[in-house]
């Protein structure tokens, strides 16, 4: 037999919904948001690169950028 709510060890179902401390996704920094035209040809290496590694585009992005960023101060 079933134990009803007075007899359950577990919180009911309303007490956990909401926003709680702590959940979620953790940021990785700003987001701004934009429209970014380019070539067809760059577009399909960043899909290519995206079904590479099971990737969205804004990581691909965000790695070219980081990586460039990050070259860009050897030069």
């Known amino acids: 037999m079933r134990p009803t709510y007075g007899e359950s060890l577990e919180s009911p179902p309303d007490q956990r ?15 701004r948001k934009l429209s970014l035209t380019l070539p067809q040809a760059c577009w399909e290496e960043i899909d290519r690169c995206r ?6 585009i804004s990581e691909v992005l965000r790695s070219i950028i980081e990586d460039h960023l990050q070259n860009a101060d050897l030069v």
């Open 51 to 56: 079904q590479k590694g099971d990737y969205s």
């Open 17 to 31: 919904s909401g926003r709680r401390k702590g959940a979620g996704r953790k940021p990785i920094g700003v987001t």
